[in-house]
């Protein structure tokens, strides 16, 4: 079936940095695009980034310059390296993969496949 495994949770104050990532294996297609999505409590899940096979990245305006995404070589370890954390940060993250190209809909969650079981992140003020 496949699995993706977020890491790096945790709790920092405002202008921290945390780095997530995300391991994923026994996926039965080719990931040819990658995303970070979050969700806060009673918010609808949101797409923060996305990478694709060729490491083209894109980010969401509101944390560009802040977030950034990227993979390793192999293509299976996912990273998330946040900078400069606001409260309005504060939310869990998920990574999720697809065999789709991110393309324009890289921030919806239809485009998506496969989904981690998400990791919190707390920014406090």
């Known amino acids: 079936q496949g699995q993706l495994v977020e890491s790096g949770r945790g709790s920092v104050q405002t202008g921290g940095s945390l780095t997530l990532s995300c391991a994923g294996s026994g996926l039965a297609y080719r990931r040819n695009c990658m995303g970070w999505f979050r969700q806060a409590p009673g918010q609808k899940r949101e797409g923060v980034a996305s990478?694709?096979?060729?490491?083209?990245?894109t980010v969401a305006d509101s944390v560009k310059g802040r977030f950034t995404v990227s993979q390793d070589n192999s293509k299976t370890i996912l990273s998330l390296k946040m900078n400069s954390l606001k409260p309005e940060d504060t939310a869990m993250y998920y990574c999720?993969?697809?065999?789709?190209?991110?393309?324009?809909?890289?921030?919806?969650?239809?485009?998506?496949?496969?989904w981690g079981q998400g990791t919190q992140v707390t920014v406090s003020s």
């Open positions: 999720a993969a697809t065999y789709l190209e991110c393309g324009a809909y890289w921030a919806a969650e239809s485009t998506f496949r496969s």
């Open positions: 990478i694709d096979s060729d490491d083209v990245t």
